[in-house]
């Protein structure tokens, strides 16, 4: 079974969003920026790696065209 780039991308959205929220309260914990401010780069997260998933190429299709 070959894993496409889409499902890499969709296997890890999950755990790079966790990490990006650990990373943000632990800036608020050192006192370097409060989370209020920091939480929309977790939407630019997102958004970045659904954008990645749109552009990936999906090896489960076939290349010349339609289902």
């Known amino acids: ?3 496409s780039s ?3 991308i969709r296997a890890v959205r999950g ?3 966790l990490i990006a929220l650990g990373l943000l309260f632990v ?3 050192w006192g370097q920026v ?3 401010k920091t939480w ?3 939407l630019i997260v ?3 790696l659904k954008l990645l998933e749109h552009l990936a ?3 489960r299709t076939p290349a010349g065209g339609s289902l």
Do not use: T
Request: aromatic share 16%; net charge negative.
């Open 1 to 3: 079974m070959r894993v």
């Open 6 to 8: 889409v499902d890499l």
């Open 15 to 17: 755990p790079i969003l």
């Open 27 to 29: 800036a608020e914990y």
């Open 34 to 36: 409060p989370f209020y």
């Open 40 to 42: 929309p780069v977790l």
């Open 46 to 48: 997102y958004g970045l």
């Open 57 to 59: 190429p999906d090896s």
